[in-house]
């Protein structure tokens, strides 16, 4: 596809993921009744269900966010006990974060209610059309990550 062709397509792409994130995010602090999580505490839980044990910057550079920002998310999913600092052998001033049990079960039945939902999406989507997409916006993320747009 031509360049400008190609940007004028990517931006239907940004047009539709705003809206998207924001309507998640609702559904997630719907559901912060239930748990009792907040949407950044949820997105540290997942990175350390997914990842294990990180280091709060390792965090912030992940979600492209402030390293205070994920701390205050630690201190919170702390405060609840789904997380816990231990000692990191590879650096002794920034400790790991790693989850808890009860952290544990907490993201696993986020992630148990949010499959149920994601399985309503239907519209014969196939495995195809899912990796099209993933590939798409892993592609624009690569591109942010790595170019000034001053």
């Not at 999580?37 to 350390?48: E, I, K, T, Y």
């Not at 014969?124 to 690569?142: F, K, P």
Request: net charge neutral.
């Amino acid at each position: 596809m031509p360049p400008d062709e190609l940007g004028h397509r990517l931006t239907e792409v940004f047009d539709l993921v705003g809206p998207l994130y924001r309507r998640v995010q609702r559904k997630v602090e719907q559901g912060e009744a239930v748990e009792g999580l907040s949407v950044g505490v949820r997105a540290v839980l997942d990175l350390l269900h997914k990842n294990g044990p990180l280091t709060v910057p390792q965090m912030g550079r992940a979600q492209a966010i402030s390293r205070q920002f994920v701390q205050r998310m630690v201190n919170d999913a702390a405060g609840h006990g789904w997380v816990e600092s231990v000692p990191n052998p590879a650096h002794q001033r920034s400790s790991l974060i790693r989850l808890t049990e009860p952290g544990r079960a907490v993201i696993a039945s986020v992630l148990a209610r949010e499959h149920l939902l994601l399985r309503q999406v239907g519209g014969g989507l196939t495995d195809a059309d899912v990796r099209a997409c993933v590939q798409v916006l892993g592609r624009m993320l690569d591109l942010f990550d790595h170019v000034d747009v001053n």
